[in-house]
């Protein structure tokens, strides 16, 4: 099999890890994809809170956002709403993986919402196997489970060596990466 026909396929990316980046790297894949005149949708679980990123679909007319959360997660134990949010984002990215419409389809913090087994991996597997031929899929967040990196074609664990919001809390601000 030549190197071209084992990338016909849309491959499936993993960004995970402790360390800063996965958002971040999803983000800048969207907008390279969306120079090359790819369209891009990007569902962001566990989140409802309007981030800078959220406005990248007013600026370029490729790309989709669309959140499935309920406030801020961080602070509180997981509740059914979070869980209906959750499922609505696995159904529509799911649908939209199948539909042939979106050169990528990204899943930002799906893994947390699997940590926090607000979806099932069954489903979220099941999902990429009936994606279509030419979408390409990109999954984000820290605890990515072993099946899902077995499953992958392209893992980066994003290690953190350093981080300035290091013991101050993950909602520090003093950083420029919201
Ligand atoms: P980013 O959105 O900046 O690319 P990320 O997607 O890799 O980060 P998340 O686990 O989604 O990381 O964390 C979201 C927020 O937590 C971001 O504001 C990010 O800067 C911060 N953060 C990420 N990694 C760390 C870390 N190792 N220590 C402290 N804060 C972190
Ligand atoms: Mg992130």
Not at 102 to 125: Q, R, Y
Not at 160 to 171: D, I, M, P, R, W
Request: one cysteine or more; charged letters at 25%.
């Amino acid at each position: 099999m030549s190197a071209k026909q084992m990338v016909s396929r849309g491959q499936v990316h993993v960004y995970t890890g402790n360390g800063k980046g996965k958002t971040t790297a999803a983000f800048g894949l969207a907008i390279r994809a969306c120079m090359a005149g790819k369209k891009v949708f990007i569902g962001q679980f566990m989140k409802s809170i309007k981030y800078n990123e959220t406005h990248i679909a007013e600026h370029f007319d490729n790309i989709s956002v669309e959140q499935f959360g309920k406030g801020c997660m961080l602070l509180r134990v997981p509740d059914e709403e979070d869980k209906r949010q959750a499922e609505e984002g696995l159904r529509m990215c799911s649908q939209y993986l199948k539909s042939g419409d979106w050169d990528i389809v990204m899943f930002d913090e799906v893994t947390i919402a699997l940590h926090m087994e607000l979806i099932s991996l069954e489903k979220l597997i099941e999902a990429l196997d009936n994606r279509a031929s030419n979408t390409e899929v990109v999954l984000t967040g820290r605890y990515a489970p072993q099946q899902l990196i077995d499953y992958a074609d392209l893992v980066t664990d994003m290690q953190e060596v350093k981080h300035y919001y290091a013991n101050k809390g993950l909602l520090s601000r003093d950083g420029i990466d919201r």
